[in-house]
């Protein structure tokens, strides 16, 4: 009887899904070294499903790539958890997907929502996730949330109004508005110009029972929690980190060493995202605004 002999076509198929396998495997990777997601999920998923992307992923290259765990700090940890070092996600015991859930747990601790929340929400996130964009939307079909102005020493892009997008000011008057208090935050913005939050609209707003939604950067969000600690903090966050890149790349606004700078600052911004009450990933536009609008309702009740 004649061996039976795969055909080309098969082998040629098999061999783009390994190549496809592969880059998921890799690309997942990336969205946990940059934080895009958490470890507790990726676990998550590989334990629902072993023939995932996740249940693929071998435990070494999981650990590695975690926050501040080289070769010796990973093999420590398997050594503790009893793993063998061959071991994929998806094919974890019982047991050791309990041991290797709390070691997860107790290094990386999801954030608790503070109590006492207020009607001030402030909306933050790395650089290209669509901050501007959910901040639109919400603006055209959700006018009962007062959208906070900010000013800028930048100048304005294509389409943005003053007054409606920003108000745009030159140093002199930034320089003003922070020697009379009258921002209620402020900072340079990758490394070039200064925004700032005007303080009396946002007061005028929460006085007459508003709620109000400041969009802006992390530097910022950091300030507003200093000087309004009842404020809500939001977390806007990619799909993927390989998604933030192609839309940075994609709106065409900064060249290429901008774009490299801005990346960088982005992965540090991701890294603070523990920071915030809440997180919420924008993959799609109207479902990330429905996202902040039911919390904005939340704080309300």
């Given at each position: 009887?004649?061996?039976?002999?795969?055909?080309?076509?098969?082998?040629?198929?098999?061999a783009r899904?390994?190549v496809?396998r592969?880059?998921?495997?890799?690309?997942?990777?990336r969205?946990?070294?940059?934080?895009?997601v958490?470890p507790?999920?990726?676990a998550?998923?590989?334990?629902?499903?072993?023939?995932?992307?996740?249940g693929?992923?071998?435990?070494?290259?999981?650990?590695?790539?975690l926050p501040a765990i080289?070769?010796?700090k990973?093999?420590?940890i398997?050594?503790?958890?009893d793993?063998?070092p061959?071991?994929?996600l998806?094919?974890?015991?019982?047991r050791q997907?309990?041991?290797l859930t709390?070691?997860?747990?107790?290094?990386?601790?999801?954030?608790?929502?503070?109590?006492?929340?207020?009607?001030l929400?402030?909306l933050?996130?790395?650089?290209?996730?669509?901050?501007?964009t959910v901040a639109?939307?919400?603006?055209?079909?959700h006018?009962?949330?007062?959208?906070s102005v900010?000013?800028?020493?930048?100048?304005?892009?294509?389409g943005?109004?003053d007054?409606v997008?920003?108000?745009f000011?030159?140093?002199?008057?930034f320089?003003?508005?922070?020697?009379?208090?009258?921002?209620?935050?402020?900072?340079?913005?990758?490394?070039?110009?200064r925004?700032?939050?005007?303080?009396a609209?946002?007061?005028?707003?929460?006085a007459?029972?508003?709620t109000v939604?400041?969009?802006?950067d992390?530097?910022?969000?950091?300030?507003?929690?200093?000087?309004e600690?009842?404020a809500?903090?939001?977390f806007?966050?990619p799909?993927?980190?390989?998604?933030?890149?192609?839309r940075?790349?994609?709106?065409g606004?900064e060249?290429?060493?901008?774009r490299?700078?801005?990346?960088r600052t982005a992965?540090?911004?991701?890294?603070?995202?523990?920071?915030?009450?809440?997180?919420?990933v924008?993959?799609?536009?109207?479902?990330?605004?429905?996202?902040v609008?039911?919390?904005s309702?939340?704080t309300?009740?």
């Amino acid at each position: 009887m004649s061996e039976r002999t795969v055909p080309e076509v098969d082998r040629a198929a098999a061999a783009r899904r390994a190549v496809e396998r592969r880059r998921a495997r890799a690309a997942l990777k990336r969205d946990l070294t940059m934080r895009v997601v958490t470890p507790q999920s990726i676990a998550a998923q590989a334990f629902a499903d072993a023939e995932s992307v996740a249940g693929s992923m071998r435990i070494t290259d999981f650990l590695l790539a975690l926050p501040a765990i080289g070769v010796g700090k990973r093999d420590r940890i398997l050594l503790d958890l009893d793993i063998s070092p061959v071991k994929r996600l998806g094919g974890l015991g019982v047991r050791q997907r309990v041991s290797l859930t709390n070691w997860l747990d107790e290094r990386f601790p999801a954030s608790e929502p503070r109590a006492g929340r207020s009607r001030l929400l402030v909306l933050a996130g790395p650089t290209a996730v669509g901050k501007g964009t959910v901040a639109a939307y919400i603006r055209e079909h959700h006018p009962e949330i007062h959208l906070s102005v900010s000013a800028t020493t930048r100048a304005p892009r294509p389409g943005e109004i003053d007054g409606v997008h920003y108000y745009f000011v030159d140093d002199a008057e930034f320089d003003r508005l922070i020697a009379d208090g009258e921002l209620l935050e402020y900072a340079v913005v990758h490394n070039r110009s200064r925004y700032g939050t005007p303080r009396a609209p946002i007061d005028a707003a929460l006085a007459d029972g508003k709620t109000v939604l400041l969009e802006i950067d992390l530097q910022g969000a950091r300030q507003v929690r200093a000087a309004e600690p009842s404020a809500t903090l939001i977390f806007l966050l990619p799909p993927s980190w390989d998604e933030l890149v192609q839309r940075l790349v994609g709106r065409g606004t900064e060249n290429e060493e901008e774009r490299a700078r801005r990346l960088r600052t982005a992965k540090v911004e991701l890294a603070a995202q523990s920071e915030f009450d809440f997180r919420i990933v924008n993959e799609d536009v109207a479902a990330a605004a429905r996202e902040v609008v039911e919390l904005s309702e939340a704080t309300a009740r």
